[in-house]
């Protein structure tokens, strides 16, 4: 990942210093299963996978040295280790295959990403939740195909975003569960050199649980999942920053992005304030959904394993979460820092204010009045008042067709906005 959108969080996880750790983990929970199962003395296995090994530069140049000349990661990992460890040379990977470690240390390398995900993705649930409740009862113009629509809170609007992201939190949470598997079941998944047992003993010290029938790698499928789930919460993330990027827009002006003190939005044009992180979130979407495509093409492999998805995975996952991982922080960072205009939003919903002509159609109805002639009635009347630019509500005032009381109640705002409090509720929980 280049480091504009590098997360340090996610790097961490994913440097080879950390990769190697894991490794290592997972070759030091199967030797304690082989001595838990009585196969290798306790005391022999304990006194050499007890050393702690660093995985610093110098290491991580040995290891480079002896892939130069192998051509095999794993295989070079485990020369480092026999170097390393000389009397541990008898104990070390017995049974296993490269996967058995690769797929176990992936499992928790993606699970520990998901975690650190999840701690930005509450952070920004925590900026809507915040935002929504600021403008519970702010007003503002509905919008369907980009038209107005009926008036509502802003504060239900937000509503809607925290509603997606906790969807997709739910999701991320779901596919952690189903990533939580690792395998110890050696070269085609038969345990031919080791047991079931020795399999369950060792993964349970990891954290993880076994891939109930696995071939030589744990199913992609499950790797899928998770790259689905990121796709949803960037996803999610695009639509709002979508929704401020039209909010923004000079002709509405209902809401801003902040702005720094020595902050400049054109080389060219002083007055520019572009709404430029929300178009960022828009982008990064683009490439985390696009992730999504190679992640499927991945579940097939030729009969018990291909490397066709190994070159695939060294991008797309590292890459997905360090993007994800960023856009939740910059999200919050824009909603925390949102500039909000509510005078601007109540002059767009009171333009021409034909967004209660609905609210007329049921008042009137409510009086008996034909369906079909009030719709024709208050739609030509709202057309001539957008096509000529009249207020509406004047037009329909000193129009005798109407009952006074039917227009009193069908321009009253507070019906459309009583009750945002319940879908705040619905989404974050009682304020």
């Given at each position: 990942m280049i480091n504009r959108y590098a997360s340090k969080e996610i790097g961490t996880i994913w440097e080879d210093t950390n990769k190697f750790r894991v490794f290592w983990e997972v070759e030091k929970a199967v030797a304690l299963a082989f001595a838990q199962k009585g196969i290798f003395s306790e005391d022999i296995i304990e006194s050499n996978i007890s050393k702690d090994i660093e995985f610093d530069a110098k290491a991580l140049e040995r290891i480079a040295e002896h892939e130069s000349a192998l051509k095999h990661d794993v295989l070079s990992f485990i020369a480092f280790l026999q170097e390393s460890i000389p009397s541990a040379t008898f104990v070390l990977h017995t049974g296993m295959t490269s996967s058995d470690v690769v797929d176990s240390a992936l499992a928790i390398m993606i699970r520990d990403s998901i975690d650190a995900v999840l701690v930005e993705a509450e952070e920004l649930m925590k900026a809507i939740k915040s935002l929504a409740w600021v403008h519970i009862e702010t007003p503002c113009i509905g919008r369907s195909h980009g038209i107005h629509a009926e008036p509502m809170a802003f504060g239900q609007k937000v509503c809607t975003w925290g509603a997606s992201v906790k969807r997709s939190i739910e999701r991320l949470k779901a596919a952690r569960q189903n990533i939580c598997y690792g395998k110890i079941s050696g070269a085609v998944g038969t345990w031919a050199h080791l047991s079931p047992e020795i399999e369950e003993i060792a993964l349970g010290i990891l954290g993880l649980r076994p891939e109930p029938v696995s071939t030589q790698i744990i199913p992609r499928d499950r790797y899928t999942e998770v790259q689905v789930a990121l796709g949803f919460l960037a996803t999610s993330m695009e639509g709002i920053a979508q929704e401020i990027r039209h909010l923004s827009r000079t002709e509405v002006r209902e809401v801003c992005e902040g702005f720094g003190k020595k902050q400049k939005g054109s080389s060219a044009m002083p007055h520019k304030r572009n709404p430029m992180n929300s178009e960022n979130i828009c982008g990064l979407a683009r490439v985390v959904r696009g992730y999504m495509t190679p992640s499927f093409e991945n579940i097939s492999v030729w009969h018990e394993r291909d490397i066709s998805h190994s070159s695939v995975e060294r991008i797309i996952l590292p890459d997905s979460f360090h993007l994800v991982h960023t856009m939740c922080k910059r999200m919050a960072h824009?909603?925390?820092?949102?500039?909000?205009?509510?005078?601007?939003?109540?002059?767009?919903?009171?333009?021409?204010?034909?967004?209660?002509?609905?609210?007329?159609?049921?008042?009137?109805?409510?009086?008996?009045?034909?369906?079909?002639?009030?719709?024709?009635?208050?739609?030509?009347?709202?057309?001539?008042?957008?096509?000529e630019g009249k207020d509406f509500e004047s037009l329909v005032i000193s129009d005798d067709f109407f009952p006074k009381d039917a227009v009193d109640a069908a321009f009253d705002l507070s019906r459309h906005l009583r009750n945002a409090p319940v879908a705040y509720s619905r989404v974050f929980g009682g304020e």
């Open positions: 824009i909603l925390s820092n949102l500039e909000v205009y509510p005078a601007n939003m109540m002059g767009n919903l009171k333009k021409n204010s034909v967004s209660f002509s609905g609210s007329l159609l049921g008042e009137c109805l409510k009086k008996g009045m034909s369906r079909e002639e009030c719709y024709l009635k208050i739609q030509g009347i709202s057309f001539e008042a957008i096509r």
